[in-house]
């Protein structure tokens, strides 16, 4: 087969990167995309971690399951019943679902981990993978922690795993151990000693602990993988899991020596990145492979003249095969709808009716504002004001007086649940400081900021800002009557873009507090009973070392 699957599973390991919560509707929206992008397989979450979690996957796979042509729609369960039970449950919609399962096989994790003994772990991965598959016809097995697994337990499991009905086996540097000659070694291993593996296909997921991810894949794959399992940015649990763009490069660019091709839609991937990045509120590092902000950018100045000499001399891709367009856009006053219909459609986007409409007006107002309309620039646009979080509170207005008096003081106006409206004035070190006190007297939803980063979307000075924040729930009181969910202290990313960066600030803060609200303070009940003026006063969770 001269054709590797690409199985993303930015939506289920990616989102165990610490910060990285979803909400049901990003995770959907992130679902549409993949789709677009021509993955083969999307990891849609672990539906029995929550109930959250398995509506979040079924949603995924009743809408982008069961398009034409639909992606593959998998769900993640240990070996246990009720774990393959709940999964089924959520991919049960999608035309092409599936069922991952695993259970570890290394002996430290069947010692410490597990305390199941090695013979325990082969029966428990027939009985649960025949399970799986009485109910699904696609069943993938992994063996959790692999490569630190003995591989002639390892060569069992796997057959056993095969006789059992396994479609798909799966073999996992869990903690990104291995070298890319020691795991290109292990998969030729497995072809040479489980008997059916010709039957199944074999897949790589690889973790970055040692930065070796994309490497390992690439043996992998080399060595006969026809699935890579990947995450868009490489987001994932500790230092994450292989990058999607980079596999997908790498086997484009180096055509010639892989002979080998993905269903990959290149030019997409630049847009996704940048939704991953905000929903996540994780940065793309700018020196990251394929799409990081420098990725295509040549500064020395013998790379310059090189490059308008002939492009070939310092770039092996073109930016427009991932998506990175130059064109400008000039709009203004004038310009049609149209047209800018047809330009996000040039980008891969297709809304409907109402958010064209919506984001139509947005553009208009950014056009008065901003000469030249980039492509950057829309795309910044969109992510402000379509892909957010459902609104508890939304920013009404907003004014600040700022400067060397040390008085920056913020007046913000919210609307809230239940149409009703707050104006909260607050000082602060800076304006934004003040802004998010004010933001937290109003809300009353204590948190901690983690991080704050603001860019402009483009050069010059009447660009866009776009700021990027995480803020992690803190663990205080609950107000009379809040029904808090306090089981895990979570972080979210929040993100916002205007031309004006103190307005960009709090909504991105606004954003981060709507999906902080959404998933600690559930029906937002500790909302209501804080604007009942049963609330306490809320400290300022800002640090010092807060944006200015
Ligand atoms: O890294 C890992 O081992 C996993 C498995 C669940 C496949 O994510
Ligand atoms: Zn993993």
């Known amino acids: 087969m001269d054709h590797v699957l690409i199985f993303d599973t930015t939506l289920r390991d990616g989102e165990q990167s610490p910060g990285a919560t979803m909400t049901s509707s990003e995770k959907l929206e992130l679902a549409r995309a993949l789709s677009r992008l021509s993955v083969d397989v999307i990891e849609a979450g672990f539906p029995a971690a929550s109930p959250d979690d398995l509506y979040a996957v079924r949603r995924i796979a009743e809408e982008v399951g069961l398009q034409d042509q639909p992606p593959i729609i998998c769900g993640l369960a240990r070996t246990h019943t009720a774990d393959i039970d709940a999964a089924w449950k959520a991919v049960e919609p999608a035309a092409r679902p599936r069922i991952h399962t695993f259970l570890a096989t290394s002996e430290i994790h069947m010692k410490h981990k597990l305390r199941m003994e090695p013979e325990e772990v082969i029966e428990r991965v027939i009985e649960m993978v025949r399970y799986a598959r009485s109910l699904c016809d696609d069943v993938e097995f992994s063996p959790e922690d692999a490569c630190r697994s003995d591989p002639e337990f390892l060569y069992i499991v796997l057959e056993e795993a095969i006789k059992a009905g396994a479609t798909t086996l799966n073999i996992p540097d869990t903690v990104g151990y291995t070298t890319p000659k020691e795991f290109g070694g292990l998969i030729t291993g497995i072809y040479e000693h489980v008997p059916g593996v010709e039957e199944v296909i074999l897949s790589v997921h690889c973790h970055d602990d040692l930065g070796l991810a994309t490497a390992n894949t690439l043996a992998g794959i080399q060595a006969g993988a026809r699935q890579a399992e990947v995450t868009i940015n490489g987001i994932g649990e500790r230092a994450g899991n292989t990058s999607l763009e980079e596999v997908v490069m790498a086997l484009h660019t180096r055509q010639p020596v892989y002979s080998l091709s993905t269903r990959i839609d290149t030019t997409q991937i630049s847009r996704i990145s940048k939704l991953v990045s905000n929903y996540t509120g994780i940065l793309v590092p700018p020196n990251k492979a394929i799409v990081g902000a420098n990725a295509f950018a040549h500064e020395a100045g013998i790379h310059q003249d090189g490059m308008l000499k002939n492009e070939l001399t310092y770039e092996i891709m073109r930016p427009e095969t991932v998506g990175l367009t130059q064109s400008k856009l000039v709009l203004g006053k004038h310009s049609g709808r149209h047209a800018f219909k047809v330009r996000l459609k040039e980008l891969g986007y297709e809304l409907e009716d109402d958010d064209l409409a919506r984001a139509f007006r947005r553009f208009k107002t950014l056009?008065?504002?901003?000469?030249?309309?980039?492509?950057?620039?829309?795309?910044?646009?969109?992510?402000?004001?379509?892909?957010?979080?459902?609104?508890?509170?939304?920013?009404?207005?907003?004014?600040?007086?700022?400067?060397?008096?040390?008085?920056?003081?913020?007046?913000?106006?919210?609307?809230?649940?239940?149409?009703?409206?707050?104006?909260?004035?607050?000082?602060?070190?800076?304006?934004?400081?003040?802004?998010?006190?004010?933001?937290?007297?109003?809300?009353?939803?204590?948190?901690?900021?983690?991080?704050?980063?603001?860019?402009?979307?483009?050069?010059?000075?009447?660009?866009?800002?776009?700021?990027?924040?995480?803020?992690?729930?803190?663990?205080?009181?609950?107000?009379?009557?809040?029904?808090?969910?306090?089981?895990?202290?979570?972080?979210?990313?929040?993100?916002?873009?205007?031309?004006?960066?103190?307005?960009?600030?709090?909504?991105?803060?606004?954003?981060?507090?709507?999906?902080?609200?959404a998933e600690e303070w559930p029906r937002g009940e500790g909302v209501v009973a804080a604007q009942a003026g049963a609330a306490r006063k809320v400290e300022s969770s800002v640090p010092a070392e807060a944006p200015k």
């Open 367 to 517: 056009a008065d504002k901003k000469k030249v309309i980039t492509d950057a620039d829309l795309q910044a646009l969109l992510a402000d004001e379509l892909y957010q979080p459902p609104e508890v509170f939304a920013l009404e207005g907003l004014q600040v007086a700022c400067g060397t008096m040390d008085m920056a003081t913020a007046t913000v106006r919210l609307s809230g649940p239940e149409d009703t409206r707050h104006v909260q004035a607050a000082i602060g070190t800076g304006p934004v400081d003040a802004a998010y006190k004010a933001i937290d007297e109003i809300v009353g939803a204590p948190n901690i900021l983690l991080e704050f980063s603001v860019h402009a979307v483009t050069e010059g000075i009447d660009a866009q800002g776009e700021v990027t924040v995480r803020i992690q729930g803190e663990d205080a009181p609950a107000a009379p009557n809040a029904q808090r969910n306090t089981s895990q202290l979570r972080t979210y990313g929040g993100y916002g873009a205007d031309t004006d960066i103190i307005v960009a600030s709090v909504k991105a803060y606004l954003s981060a507090i709507n999906k902080l609200l």
